[in-house]
């Protein structure tokens, strides 16, 4: 996004109003989900909570780059904090995802193992994770510009792909455990199934998806885009969706359904799964 009119590098004026209000909400959901991971002790949130404080960050980079858009070291911090984060939700939605299928005693009903599912698309987050950065930093500059917005647009391809594949699995094991409902009876360890925190998770799933397609479109179109050079969309498209995804997982949270101080992984040792689901699709 590289350009030095009166704006700056942006193709408007940023609102300074509209980041002070995000920066508070998405710093309330951060001090939130820290409190929420220390006081249930679920480690596995720290992406979720180092995507929360990220994303904050990214805000009151913004705000900070409003008051001076000639600073090309802010515009480029604001933008890579508020792009990055989504990366990091998805690898706590895929962790989650994990314990459930483990939980529930029927890893066999999952299209890729448990212990290879956060292998798998954690790696694929990483890897879009660090081309959305380069690419992020590059398109700051006039000269790598065109190269960046190139190397952003395959980092968000990646970033859909393997959270797509996800979502397909995910579904498949919703499948097979409800073709199946009188074999895997669980007992119910706080006020929330995990039944409902799996439903959360395609919720969260679409929203990452459906905020993924929308800065595939922005950044296709350029730097002279309509929905770039307009910042409402990046609030509408952007901003909301994601703190709703913040949002979602305050209500239903893993440490209110997974047993406490429970060894996930004991269950990770058994080759069959109760329900007898050992066919692929």
């Known amino acids: 996004m590289a350009g030095d009119g009166q704006n ?9 109003k509209a980041c002070i209000a995000t920066l508070l909400l998405f710093g309330a959901s951060a001090g939130y989900h820290v409190f929420q991971m220390s006081r249930k002790k679920t480690w596995f949130y720290t992406s979720m909570v180092v995507g929360s404080i990220m994303m904050t960050i990214g805000y009151v980079a913004r705000y900070l780059s409003s008051k001076n858009t000639s600073s ?7 933008a890579l904090f508020i792009i990055l984060p989504p990366s990091l939700y998805a690898a706590t939605i895929y962790m989650i995802y994990g314990r459930i299928t483990l939980f529930v005693n029927a890893p066999e009903a999952s299209l890729i193992r448990p212990t290879r599912v956060t292998k798998i ?21 006039a000269s790598s510009a065109k190269l960046g917005q190139t190397i952003m647009l395959i980092g968000l391809f990646t ?3 393997f959270f797509g594949f996800f979502l397909i699995v995910a579904l498949i094991f919703w499948k097979r455990m409800r073709a199946h409902p009188t074999d ?50 990046l609030y509408i498209f952007d901003a909301l969706p994601m703190f709703l995804v913040q949002v979602m997982f305050h209500f239903v949270h893993a440490g ?7 060894n996930m992984g004991k269950l990770s040792d058994q080759s069959d799964s109760d329900i007898g ?3 692929r699709l």
């Open 277 to 279: 689901l050992h066919q």
């Open 72 to 78: 090309k070291m802010l515009y480029i911090l604001q």
């Open 8 to 16: 700056g590098s942006y193709p408007y004026m940023p609102s300074q």
């Open 159 to 161: 970033q859909l792909s």
């Open 121 to 141: 698309f954690v790696v694929g987050d990483v890897i879009a994770f660090f081309m959305q950065a380069g690419g992020g930093g590059m398109m700051a500059q």
């Open 184 to 233: 895997h009876t669980v007992p119910v360890y706080g006020k929330h199934t995990w039944i409902t925190l799996l439903k959360l998770l395609y919720c969260a799933a679409a929203l990452i998806i459906f905020r993924c397609i929308f800065r595939v479109i922005e950044f296709a179109q350029g730097h002279n885009g309509y929905l770039v050079s307009h910042e409402v969309f």
């Open 256 to 262: 209110d359904i997974f047993p406490k101080n429970a």
